[in-house]
């Protein structure tokens, strides 16, 4: 199976997670491509068989406008997008809290309850990435 991560990260913790989620899957022999959101060439959404979103939070809750851009190029909402992001709970406590996964995992009306990590993944999420991914290749090889 062909999978994308595309992701937005300015400080790092995000593309930490996006890391942890390639290492994952291509231990379960999943194909992995990675797309660096603002910065990476266009992608063709239809090549994959499951999409990963990647997302920090920040403004309120919001999410950044280089994720708004990406949601806009890929035009439509592919039903099978799983959506991860950091966040800092200083930030407005648990209700802000990686708003911009909210956002986008009800958005595209994901099949998965988006991923919410607290700053780096290092240390104890690490285990939180894996359960998760997990979650999203069982249904992936049920549906295969
Ligand atoms: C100005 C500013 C506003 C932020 N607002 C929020 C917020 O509303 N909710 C949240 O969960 N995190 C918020 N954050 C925390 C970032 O989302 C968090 O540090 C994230 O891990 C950064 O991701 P990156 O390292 O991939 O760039 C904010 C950070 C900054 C600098």
Same mark, same amino acid.
């Given at each position: 199976m062909r999978t994308l991560i595309a992701y937005l990260s300015y400080s790092g913790n995000t593309e930490e997670v996006a890391d942890l989620i390639k290492t994952k899957l291509k231990e379960n022999n999943m194909q992995v491509d990675l797309h660096r959101i603002g910065i990476d060439a266009p992608i063709d959404?239809?090549?994959?068989d499951y999409l990963f979103i990647g997302t920090f939070t920040w403004d309120q809750g919001r999410t950044p406008d280089e994720v708004k851009d990406f949601i806009l190029e890929v035009g439509y909402k592919p039903d099978n997008i799983a959506v991860f992001g950091t966040g800092d709970?200083? &930030? +407005? +406590?648990?209700?802000? &809290?990686c708003g911009a996964v909210d956002k986008l995992t009800s958005f595209y009306h994901s099949n998965w309850n988006g991923l919410k990590i607290e700053q =780096?993944?290092? +240390? =104890?999420q690490e285990r939180l990435v894996d359960e998760w991914v997990e979650g999203v290749l069982q249904d992936a090889k049920i549906y295969a």
């Open positions: 959404p239809e090549k994959y709970t200083q &930030f +407005g +406590g648990d209700e802000l &809290f =780096s993944p290092r +240390g =104890s």
